[in-house]
């Protein structure tokens, strides 16, 4: 069974649409993660939530909003979609909570805006 | 805010061939974890490291942690193709705040 499992895979869309990506862990974790990989695989936290609450929330325009259901569900829903925003997005979760130690990473999610 | 360096940020070896990456800061870091990607996947986690002059093997993979906490090296014995990957050092201080990941060294093996 997929750890940290994320759909889709690949996303290819306009400029300007409206976009989700869900991420699922079946580890039991409490905290998950947003991580944006840019073309140069630097890779930049966005968000975090603990047990469904909102902890981190960096410097992200607010045109990206996550969900998060329940606490082994965490989704990305992104407007208005720029040509900047093409990168590989990746979610993670973490038994450790806010050390942000033992980061478990699902297989990233291609993001293509033309 | 912790920045993490590292270097070299691409290195091509030949199968059987021994290397060493690098992992470098000017800030003290708790911990420091080394992760490996591979194309179309996320990081996995190989090692943390928390003391410093910590040593720790893994396999053909020998980590440690500099004594005073600021940096950290990955050395590869006889390198093999199924080590290529994206190695990524990463570290935050004792509360968890200021995590950061390092640009990364992109490793080819070359059989």
């Known amino acids: 069974d997929t750890a940290v499992s994320q759909t889709p895979k690949y996303l290819v869309t306009q400029m300007g649409n409206d976009k989700s990506i869900k991420c699922e862990q079946n580890?039991?974790?409490?905290?998950m993660y947003w991580y944006k990989q840019d073309s140069k695989k630097f890779l930049k936290i966005m968000f975090s939530?603990?047990?469904?609450?909102?902890?981190i929330n960096e410097t992200v325009p607010n045109r990206f909003s996550p969900k998060s259901p329940d606490k082994a569900h965490l989704n990305l829903h992104i407007n208005s979609l720029e040509l900047g925003d093409s990168a590989v997005y990746f979610c993670a979760s973490s038994p450790v909570g806010l050390t942000r130690e033992k980061l478990f990473f699902g297989s990233g999610t291609q993001l293509s805006v033309l | 805010t912790q920045l993490l360096e590292q270097s070299p940020q691409f290195l091509s070896i030949q199968e059987g061939e021994n290397l060493t990456v690098y992992c470098n800061s000017s800030?003290?870091?708790?911990?420091l974890q080394w992760y490996r990607q591979e194309p179309g996947e996320g990081p996995v986690l190989l090692v943390t490291v928390v003391t410093g002059g910590e040593v720790k093997k893994l396999k053909r993979l020998t980590f440690q942690f500099g004594d005073a906490r600021k940096d950290s090296s990955l050395h590869i014995t006889a390198a093999q193709p199924g080590d290529t990957g994206l190695y990524l050092c990463?570290?935050?201080?004792?509360?968890?705040?200021?995590?950061?990941f390092g640009p990364g060294t992109r490793l080819s093996v070359l059989p």
């Open positions: 939530y603990n047990n469904k609450e909102l902890i």
């Open positions: 990463a570290g935050g201080d004792n509360y968890g705040q200021n995590f950061v």
């Open positions: 580890l039991g974790h409490d905290t």
């Open positions: 800030s003290v870091f708790s911990s």
